[in-house]
């Protein structure tokens, strides 16, 4: 097998789901508030090496994101149209660099997430970093079919205490429904 064959097939050690769902906030009752994030904890198949052609990733970006967007969808536990934001994160191990999460997370990552939550009109806001085990990823979550809705600008984080590896690479999609519990502010 070589190394692109790798590169399109994600090898993942494991996928963490973190499921929010408001109730109260500010003593007040909420309903309809949710936000998932997923993670999937991947092998870099070009960790430790310096790799010219990045277009390997481009496709295992977008076979993990297809996975982790129905996982998400599933635990919301709503039809994919309900879903009203999204956002994307990625964080590479030390062995490998930034690039490789810009090859995740940008040329194919986007088609298997609107695919999978009904529709996507807008941009899928995104960070990347480099870091080691335990380290945080903050996903900022936009509205999915128009970025300037105010009431869905939020966010949401995550860390898994045993990643990313070295030779690893987390890569987060996070999906939400509803907008932020008590959204009250408007436009000028």
Known sequence: MTSNDTARTPDIRKIVVQLEDTLKDCGKPVSGKMKVTVAGVIKNPFAGQYQEDLEPLYDLGKNISGILAERGVAALGVKPDEVTSYGKAAIIGTDGEI?????????RFGAPVRAAVGKGDDIIPGTKKVGGPGSVAVVPLTNKNSIWEFDDMDSTEITIPDAPHADEIVVIVALAVGGRPLARTKAD
Do not use: D, G
């Open 99 to 107: 690039e490789h999460t810009a090859a995740i997370l940008h040329p």
